[in-house]
């Protein structure tokens, strides 16, 4: 499903964001990418969704090879990833059905399947009632339920959470992990990139932890072994 | 289809975020307000030193006395001559006894002027001529034609020479005014642009957030630009109507003020203003959303390769 093969990232004139990575996510995992301030987490979610380019190596993505692919490409790429970030990243002046739809929009989708779409996925996120508020007017745990509704609609096979409970309290962070479990278990990939203790050992799946670029390890129920 | 939708999706698009963005829009619309205003006001001035030195050339005129007793078909026939030339506008001849006339009422005070006058006996004066050209150019060959044998033998004096400075000051102020109000127009319209661009690209810099956000969920570049693209046309045309409605009542408000300075006569604003209007808003409408559109490609474009 998702392949990296002898990934490096380096950064002018010669930081070194990601050396010489090699994974393989298979469809349906859900597997999190831990590891420290600077330990290449964030560089590895930008290569993923081709935000940035690896000085070397390959991505293969459900038989896309993302590091050739041309710019013009790059949006229907990231229609095909959902992407959750920790600072939400939601557009303020627009509501949170507008948010939503937004992304189905930008795919040129007929206004009767946004209609049909956006109200069914706020419901899973159980935000049906607040459609027509605007960002400001929600929670923190709020807005991250509609970033994950947004990264919902196209139905992608990849969800990527980057962080998305490092704004959130201990409450607001177990839903959204409980969020992403029940997306997890109608077959959608989930790649969790964090550096929370209790989240990554109270899931007990496969966790991949990176220390200077570099993953240290790889383990299949696995927990968050490096030091706080 | 499709396309369709995205056309109307983006014109829904850049209406709402000009809605629920009215400050910085509001902002935005009034620097471009003062820049379309400035660039009036300047053809405004421009306008009224015209209607000015118009209004002097009309004053000048070249008054040709005749000898007394001058036989009438001589008069007419001068009167004739002179009209039949193209460079003519009006050549309007005084009878010497309305001459006398005009001569008593000025003198009207003076009893010792009168009382000469009636120790004479007879009507001392010979007929006037007033002959106006259609441009201050043609005074020099108006004043060859006079030298026409068939009646320059009953020509007393004319008066040009008194007049010959001023022509020539009106002249040039009529062409210094010509040159550097288009000068000065050009000025104004060049930092115009420099503001307007810099203020859309102000403007945009505020929501350089928005845009790499619509990057991420996947929109194209095309996408994210042309609203803010429309956005600015919207901007523009709001800019224009406002500026055209302060012209307007502006000049009608300031009109009669004006007159004043030009001896009661037409300043010509309003008349200007409203047989050009079309042409004017044409072309500020064209310019304005075209240099908008053009700032918010370029400045949107500015974070998209981000």
């Known amino acids: 499903m998702i392949t990296l093969e002898k990934i490096s990232k380096i950064y002018p004139p010669n930081v070194q964001g990601l050396?010489?990575?090699?994974?393989?996510?298979?469809?349906?995992?859900?597997?999190?990418?831990?590891g420290q301030s600077g330990a290449g987490k964030t560089t590895l979610a930008k290569l993923l969704i081709a935000e940035e380019r690896p000085t070397r190596g390959r991505i293969d993505i459900g038989g896309w090879d993302i590091t050739r692919i041309p710019g013009r490409d790059v949006p229907f790429l990231r229609r095909q990833i959902g992407v959750v970030f920790q600072d939400f990243k939601l557009l303020p002046k627009k509501t949170v059905y507008e948010n939503v739809a937004f992304a189905l929009e930008v795919a040129s989708m007929s206004g009767r399947r946004i209609r049909d779409i956006v109200p069914q996925v706020l419901k899973i996120v159980g935000l049906e009632e607040k459609a027509r508020r605007f960002p400001?007017?929600?929670s923190g745990g709020e807005q991250q339920r509609v970033v994950i509704a947004r990264a919902l609609v196209h139905r992608p096979k990849v969800l990527l959470a980057d962080e998305p409970t490092g704004n959130l309290d201990t409450l607001n962070a177990r839903e959204i992990i409980d969020l992403l479990l029940k997306i997890n278990s109608f077959g959608t990939t989930i790649v969790l990139v964090t550096h929370n203790r209790e989240v990554v050992n109270a899931l007990r799946r496969r966790v991949i932890t990176l220390d200077g670029g570099m993953v240290v390890s790889d383990q299949a129920e696995g927990k968050y072994l490096l030091p706080v | 289809m499709s396309f369709f939708i995205n056309i109307w999706r983006i014109i829904v698009s850049a209406w709402k975020h000009f809605v629920r963005n009215l400050w910085l829009a509001l902002s935005t619309v009034f620097v471009l307000v003062l820049a379309m205003l400035s660039v009036n006001v300047l053809l405004g001035v421009n306008v009224l030193l015209n209607r000015a030195a118009q209004e002097l050339e009309s004053k000048i005129d070249v008054s040709v006395y005749f000898l007394a007793n001058t036989p009438p078909a001589v008069l007419e026939q001068a009167k004739f001559l002179m009209t039949s030339l193209s460079q003519v506008q009006s050549a309007e001849l005084i009878m010497p006894d309305t001459v006398l006339e005009n001569f008593k009422k000025q003198h009207a005070a003076e009893p010792e002027v009168l009382g000469s006058l009636a120790e004479l006996g007879e009507n001392p004066f010979g007929a006037t001529m007033i002959l106006k050209a259609k441009n201050t150019?043609?005074?020099p060959f108006l004043l060859q034609a006079l030298d026409n044998p068939q009646f320059n033998f009953a020509i007393e004096s004319k008066n040009y020479d008194d007049h010959a400075e001023t022509i020539k000051r009106v002249r040039e102020i009529s062409n210094s005014v010509q040159v550097f109000g288009l000068i000065?127009?050009?000025i104004f319209a060049l930092f115009s642009i420099l503001i307007v661009y810099n203020t859309v690209r102000v403007a945009i810099y505020t929501q350089r957030e928005e845009i790499g956000i619509m990057r991420l969920v996947g929109a194209s570049n095309s996408f994210v630009r042309m609203p803010f693209v429309l956005e600015g046309i919207f901007l523009a045309l709001f800019a224009i109507v406002i500026a055209g409605g302060i012209v307007y009542s502006a000049t009608?408000?300031?009109?009669?003020?004006?007159?004043?300075?030009?001896?009661?006569?037409?300043p010509g604003l309003l008349t200007y203003f409203s047989a050009n209007w079309p042409q004017l808003v044409g072309a500020e409408c064209g310019v304005l959303?075209?240099?908008?559109?053009?700032?918010s490609w370029a400045a949107v474009g500015k974070y998209l390769k981000k």
Do not use: C
């Open chain 1, 19 to 34: 050396r010489d990575i090699n994974l393989k996510i298979d469809h349906g995992e859900f597997v999190s990418i831990v």
């Open chain 2, 137 to 139: 150019a043609d005074y």
């Open chain 1, 136 to 138: 400001h007017q929600l």
């Open chain 2, 184 to 186: 000065l127009i050009s």
């Open chain 2, 289 to 295: 959303a075209g240099l908008v559109a053009l700032s």
């Open chain 2, 252 to 266: 009608v408000y300031l009109e009669p003020y004006l007159s004043t300075f030009l001896d009661g006569a037409d």
